[in-house]
């Protein structure tokens, strides 16, 4: 059903090609990695394995986590041979990227530092009773500092305590989209039921729900069912409740009736720590002095800490040299610059949107045709138009060597999808906000 519910309503498949071929069809069983799916008819059936199958094996793997082929069969074909074969279920994996966890984010590779340690705790708390500690249970702090880890911790402990508890993880981004989808699809009954019969709801960066009305008043009424119910919720913030401008008091009044913990930036031994714990996870072999270098000089924020990391490695593959402190500071040099206040380059641009779309940013740039890549690269050059005063031919150099008609094509595109669509808009509203950073 989920997989259905995902061919249905995030893939390019019309509405009506849906229902005409894809809406009856019926896994039957997994044979070693293929999932066999029911059919009706024959022509039917050579129809979708030419057009749909991809679509199908990628809505599987994101609901299973795992690929696999299938095969059609017509009902006759089951019935024949349906005597010989033993039962095996389908495997369905709640712990998995359907709901939207990253494995890695977990207590277990959360560093507790003096910078976290009450947001640490508190996490720790509501995941060890749900609705009993804390309620809601508000994290705010900058970013790049963990707050997204510390939520799927909470995420992954409460089902791993209990798999059948109903946890549901979102980006306020993603509530947003949704219910602007669910308005227009008049579907909001269903919207409801999804966010309001559960037992645990965490939404990510609620701050991009400031100012729009229509959001507010849903999450009010969310909020309300849940926390009436006696159901955990989680809520994380770039700032504290009092300081999200454009927030309807009612909002700001109840996230304040819970706990609100806040994360710092992490001083020089918890960054050391952060780099050591990583290197030993990944069996990366980091001298000392090179860890010791970048927690020295890269201080905001944890992802630029591991990203750093990242480039020393990828510099030291690259130039065919050791891992030293010299071969650090020649990798690093760019990133550790004096400070000055962070420009808007298509660079920058690049590697926000390749983030929010989870690609490699080397792919942005790079020929890649498949609409995943190729997508996220039109947002980039619209981006880059609106967002710095460079010309079209610089952002298309820029953008791997790209024609400026290229860059204008994008550019069109993407302002099109803007008018037709009103939860696309919210994603570029989002983006221009986390690369303006107002
Ligand atoms: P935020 O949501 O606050 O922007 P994230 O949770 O995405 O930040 O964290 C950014 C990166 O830093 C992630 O890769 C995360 O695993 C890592 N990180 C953040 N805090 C810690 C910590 N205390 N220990 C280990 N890794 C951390
Ligand atoms: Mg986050």
Avoid at 127 to 156: C, D, Q, R, W
Avoid at 364 to 369: A, D, F, P
């Amino acid at each position: 059903d989920k997989i259905q519910a995902l061919l249905r309503d995030e893939s390019d498949i019309s509405k009506i090609s849906y229902k005409t071929f894809l809406e009856n069809l019926e896994p039957i069983r997994v044979q070693d990695n293929t999932i066999i799916i029911k059919t009706d008819d024959e022509i039917g059936r050579d129809y979708i394995e030419r057009k749909y199958s991809k679509s199908i094996i990628i809505a599987i793997r994101e609901i299973v986590g795992e690929i696999y082929n299938i095969k059609f069969m017509l009902p006759s074909e089951i019935a024949k041979e349906k005597k010989k074969v033993s039962n095996k279920k389908i495997p369905t994996n709640n712990n998995n990227e359907y709901n939207g966890l990253n494995s890695r984010y977990t207590f277990d590779t959360f560093v507790v530092g003096n910078n976290n340690k009450l947001a640490h705790a508190a996490a720790l708390a509501v995941a060890e009773s749900p609705a009993e500690a804390y309620n809601p249970l508000f994290i705010y702090g900058g970013v790049g500092l963990g707050k997204t880890h510390l939520m799927h911790s909470i995420a992954h402990f409460i089902l791993s305590e209990n798999s059948e508890s109903k946890v549901l993880y979102v980006s306020s981004e993603k509530f947003t989209n949704e219910l602007i989808k669910s308005i227009r699809d008049d579907k909001n009954e269903e919207f409801r039921q999804k966010y309001r019969n559960i037992d645990v709801l965490l939404v990510d960066d609620i701050q991009f729900i400031a100012g729009k009305e229509r959001t507010q008043e849903e999450f009010f009424h969310t909020f309300n069912t849940l926390y009436e119910a006696k159901k955990q919720i989680i809520i994380s913030s770039d700032r504290p409740p009092k300081e999200i401008e454009t927030l309807e008091e009612r909002l700001r009044s109840r996230f304040e009736w819970g706990l609100i913990a806040d994360i710092q930036p992490p001083d020089f031994e918890t960054r050391m720590a952060i780099l050591q714990k990583r290197a030993e996870m990944e069996h990366l072999n980091l001298p000392n002095d090179v860890i010791q270098y970048v927690a020295t000089n890269i201080k905001s924020n944890i992802r630029e800490l591991e990203g750093g990391i990242n480039k020393i490695i990828a510099y030291s593959t690259l130039v065919h040299k050791d891992l030293t402190k010299e071969l650090a500071e020649d990798a690093l040099k760019d990133l550790i610059t004096p400070e000055k206040d962070k420009e808007i380059t298509p660079q920058f641009i690049l590697e926000i949107v390749a983030e929010h779309y989870n690609i490699n940013p080397a792919d942005i740039v790079s020929k890649k045709r498949p609409r995943e890549i190729a997508y996220p690269r039109q947002i980039v050059m619209y981006l880059s138009r609106t967002l710095t005063d460079l010309s079209l031919p610089k952002i298309g150099q820029i953008l791997g060597k790209r024609d400026h008609t290229t860059i204008i094509h994008g550019y069109e595109k993407i302002s099109k999808d803007i008018q037709k669509d009103s939860a696309f808009k919210n994603t570029i509203e989002i983006l221009t906000k986390k690369i303006t950073g107002k």
